[in-house]
């Protein structure tokens, strides 16, 4: 195995001169918290464990309610690390059912950003949950979260019935 210690002295350097180490524990912390409020707004939906940390590649948690559960399906609430997105995705319970309804979905249409490949990408379809300004929106940024799932969820269930 080939350790590449140039980068373990990047990181090093990193967390030494940023603050990089307190910027990523608060971004936990909104994210954890993101995750209870949505549960108290969404008390139909059954959330699956809890906030995952995916080695920065991306952060999410995940939920669903009778509808979806029908389907196979579930909604994620993902943060994209490097690209610095919130979205929310359609996804199934295994890659079998994504490709099933990915298939069912692609004759009917949507708006929404469909996966180019059910079976390599996490996703069925996706949107992002912050607006242009990121997280400069403060305590009102959750209420347009709440806002942009909600229609997320009325679309997608709505979508799926169909």
């Not at 979806?68 to 359609?90: D, F, M, N, Q």
Request: hydrophobic share 35%; proline share 3%; glycine share 8%.
């Amino acid at each position: 195995m080939e350790i590449h210690f140039e980068y373990l002295r990047e990181y090093e350097s990193l967390l030494q001169s940023t603050p990089l180490q307190r910027d990523y524990q608060e971004f936990l912390r909104f994210f954890k918290y993101l995750r209870a409020d949505l549960e108290q707004a969404f008390p139909s939906c059954a959330f699956l464990g809890g906030a995952v940390e995916n080695g920065m590649d991306y952060s999410y948690f995940q939920f669903t309610d009778d509808a979806l559960r029908t389907h196979g399906l579930k909604i994620v609430i993902a943060y994209v690390h490097k690209a610095c997105s919130l979205e929310i995705w359609l996804s199934g319970v295994n890659r079998k059912t994504q490709a099933d309804v990915f298939s069912r979905l692609q004759k009917t249409g949507t708006d929404y950003e469909q996966t180019p490949d059910p079976n390599r990408f996490d996703y069925i379809l996706k949107a992002k949950l912050l607006p242009e300004g990121g997280f400069s929106g403060g305590d009102s940024l959750f209420g347009e979260i709440r806002v942009n799932v909600r229609r997320f969820l009325e679309d997608v269930t709505v979508l799926c019935a169909g």
